[in-house]
Nanobody
Framework: QVQLVESGGGWVQPGGSLRLSCAAS????????MGWYRQVPGKQRELVAT?????????ADSVKGRFTISRDNAKNTVYLSLQMNSLKPEETAVYYC???????????????WGQGTQVTVSS
């Protein structure tokens, strides 16, 4: 079993900051890419930012310069973070973390998702 547990969501005023965290643990041989996605009701889930196992990052154009994704490959748990600055009301959404997990060296990687954390940007 692989678990992704997110934390750090909440309410913030426009222009404010929040930091999201995601802890990936369980029967993990290796984790390839990880990322943050967000979804609002009635819309498709969209990519926010991704990071490879080597630390290469990619951001949606709308968040470049304001969001920073990072990961910490600890021994038994991999931590993914998203620092979000200058938040806008239209960024209100449920934010999900995703990990491309290899549970054994003879299997293909599988995508695992966290349960999601609500971010509300409002005055």
């Amino acid at each position: 079993q692989v678990q992704l547990v997110e934390s750090g969501g909440g309410w913030v005023q426009p222009g404010g900051s929040l930091r999201l965290s995601c802890a990936a643990s369980g029967s993990i041989f290796s984790i390839y890419g990880m990322g943050w996605y967000r979804q609002v009701p009635g819309k498709q889930r969209e990519l926010v930012a991704t990071i490879t196992s080597g630390g290469t990052t990619n951001y949606a154009d709308s968040v470049k310069g304001r969001f920073t994704i990072s990961r910490d490959n600890a021994k038994n748990t991999v931590y993914l973070s998203l620092q979000m600055n200058s938040l806008k009301p239209e960024e209100t959404a449920v934010y999900y973390c995703k990990a491309e997990v290899l549970v054994s060296p003879i299997e293909r990687e599988t995508d695992y998702w966290g349960q999601g954390t609500q971010v509300t940007v409002s005055s």
